[in-house]
């Protein structure tokens, strides 16, 4: 007997009633179970109360902000958050990716840009849990089977797009991967040269395994090439 697979849940938070609705309707088509959230403070209560497989999630709302959302669920919620933003603010898509937003997408929403980029979120999270390995570089321990990171025995909290960019890069140590690279592999999309999502989060995930974001050892920046991930992780 052949086995069904529950459909991956999405939460939508989003004022507009009939921009949510219409995104709802779409995004069930296409296989997913959605349901709308159109207040900032109960979307909190619920995204960690129920857990979704990943929130889309509005800058501007009633009850608290989108940007106030990410940051108050993100200690309890670890799957994917896509921020919905202005197309021209690039202050809402670099503060709600130092918040701890995954993706983003600019509105007007295009539907089809926006389930692609969902199922390229629930993409990267089956294809590392499918991956059990481990990596260590001295007090830092990457474990991919429990998408875990400890330093010096404590466990470190991460986004999951700040897990997943830390995989790749330690999982390519002594080698330079290009922000091409980076985007083609984490995000399923080319790299437009203008997106500042991988330093953003570059510079969010160095303090957090020790580097030192001023001089930094571990994680380096390769001049007009991309980012490398030191072999013996930065240990002398």
Not at 97 to 113: C, F, I, S, T
Request: proline residues 5%.
């Amino acid at each position: 007997m052949a086995s069904h697979e529950a459909p991956p849940k999405i939460l939508i938070v989003e004022d507009d009633q009939r921009l949510a609705e219409l995104t709802q309707e779409y995004l069930i088509r296409n296989g997913l179970e959605v349901s709308i959230e159109g207040d900032g403070q109960r979307a909190i209560r619920r995204i960690i109360d129920e857990q979704p497989d990943l929130v889309v999630l509005d800058v501007m709302l009633p009850g608290a902000d989108g940007l106030t959302v990410c940051r108050e669920v993100r200690g309890q919620f670890n799957k994917p958050i896509i921020m919905l933003t202005a197309r021209t603010d690039d202050m809402d898509q670099v503060l709600g990716l130092e918040m701890g937003a995954d993706d983003y997408v600019p509105k007007p929403v295009q539907p089809r840009v926006l389930l692609a980029r969902i199922r390229a979120q629930l993409r990267r999270g089956e294809s590392t849990e499918s991956t059990a390995q481990r990596i260590s570089f001295g007090e830092l321990i990457i474990d991919n089977g429990a998408r875990s990171v400890t330093l010096a025995g404590e466990l470190v909290d991460f986004t999951s797009a700040e897990y997943d960019l830390l995989w790749l890069l330690a999982s390519s140590a002594g080698k330079t991967l290009s922000r091409e690279d980076i985007f083609s592999k984490l995000r399923g999309i080319e790299y437009d040269g203008q997106d500042r999502s991988i330093d953003v989060r570059i510079s969010r995930i160095r303090p957090k395994i020790g580097d030192d974001p001023d001089s930094p050892r571990i994680i380096k920046t390769v001049r007009s090439k991309g980012y490398l991930f030191v072999k013996d992780g930065g240990n002398a």
